[in-house]
């Protein structure tokens, strides 16, 4: 039996919702599923412990940071990430070609690569398609992503038909480097907000989509409703025998729409990002803890939660913790929101296979106050 595999277990007679398993050599991951965001090789305030007692399936981390700091070849040293950051359940690492677009500023985007210098120094550095899948290659993530070309929103059509090209190229190079049985390769869509592109990107995808393939360039600033008209355009093209991934996505809100547009997997920074802010997601909406509503409030972040920071602390406490600066306060919010994910997406597989996730999904907008589309 093959070391990758995904089994689709049920569909949404009425949405594209569905849920499966996909089967690694770290373990099984029950999809829909949320991956939490751990850049620099950990999740950041959270410990992996808390992590696994929080129910996450999977973690991503960042190519193009761990790259620069450490360097991959010291992860490799190290006996690859999964021992390096001592997790062993699965991991995902993304090609870092976001970051390099992004944060680092740019020389010269080219055929062969990127040439860019570094967000720290400033030093010169070049990551061909090759280079990207060495460097991941070195990481030794479950789950690798194709180095891809992500243009902006705002970009006229010939842009994006430009970069949507350069990134099937680099495909093409990425499929033909990537030489690790024990890791499986996720090519990226591409095609910005043009539904043609999409579509046209996505056929030209599929002969490099062994395992899985990768949703890229959307939620970069774009009204939703565009994103999710993207997804529908999309939804009668995917093949059923592998997980689509939606790249860089994860409110609560877009976690009900792509599963509803038959996405499995999503990964976001907004969970831990807004818990060291004080913001809390609860199942009847954000709570602002910093707020001075809370200044007397007793009570957990959500009632019925099971995750350490409810069991043991109040919102009282926590925006104290908040405001005076002490980082438990945001270590603790972040792993209620976490959790809080977590639950969502196994509430949302339960639904599927109940046959009431569109029942489940109108009675989240109505406890949320979400805007549906």
């Not at 080219?110 to 398609?129: C, Q």
């Not at 033909?176 to 996505?202: C, T, Y």
């Amino acid at each position: 039996m093959e070391k990758f595999y995904y089994e689709q277990i049920k569909q949404d007679k009425k949405t594209g919702a569905r849920v499966g398993i996909l089967h690694t050599p770290h373990g099984d991951i029950e999809t829909p599923t949320y991956m939490p965001v751990g850049t620099q090789a950990t999740v950041k305030g959270v410990m992996p412990r808390d992590l696994k007692e929080a129910n996450t399936q999977i973690l991503l981390a960042n190519t193009y940071h761990l790259y620069m700091r450490p360097g991959d070849d010291i992860v490799k040293k190290a006996g690859g990430l999964h021992k390096f950051m001592a997790w062993d359940k699965p991991i995902l690492t993304d090609s870092g070609g976001f970051q390099v677009f992004s944060l680092a500023k740019l020389n010269k985007i080219k055929d062969e690569g990127v040439y860019f210098n570094s967000h720290i120094d400033g030093s010169l550095h070049f990551i061909s398609p090759e280079k990207a899948i060495e460097i991941e290659n070195n990481l030794g993530a479950d789950i690798i992503m194709a180095f891809d070309e992500c243009s902006p929103y705002g970009v006229d059509k010939k842009t994006a038909y430009e970069a949507m090209k350069r990134t099937l190229l680099w495909l093409d190079r990425c499929y033909n480097a990537h030489k690790n049985e024990n890791q499986a390769l996720f090519p990226i869509v591409q095609g910005n907000m043009f539904k043609d592109l999409r579509e046209e990107s996505l056929k030209e995808t599929l002969p490099f989509a062994k395992y899985g393939i990768g949703i890229g360039g959307l939620s970069v600033g774009e009204p939703k409703e565009i994103m999710y008209d993207i997804m529908d355009s999309l939804l009668p093209l995917y093949p059923t025998d592998m997980p689509r991934y939606l790249m860089g996505v994860g409110s609560p809100d877009c976690l009900i729409e792509g599963v509803r547009r038959g996405i499995d997997m999503f990964d976001c920074v907004l969970a831990t990002r807004i818990g060291r802010n004080g913001t809390a997601l609860t199942s009847n909406g954000k709570v602002v803890v910093r707020n001075g509503i809370y200044k007397e409030d007793f009570t957990p972040l959500e009632e019925g939660c099971d995750c350490y920071a409810c069991k043991n602390y109040t919102k009282a406490y926590l925006r104290h913790m908040i405001n005076v600066g002490e980082m438990m306060g945001g270590m603790m919010i972040s792993l209620h929101n976490i959790t809080y994910l977590n639950r969502l997406m196994k509430q949302v597989r339960e639904a599927i296979l109940a046959d009431s996730f569109t029942e489940f999904a109108e009675e989240f907008y109505r406890k949320n106050g979400e805007k549906r589309y």
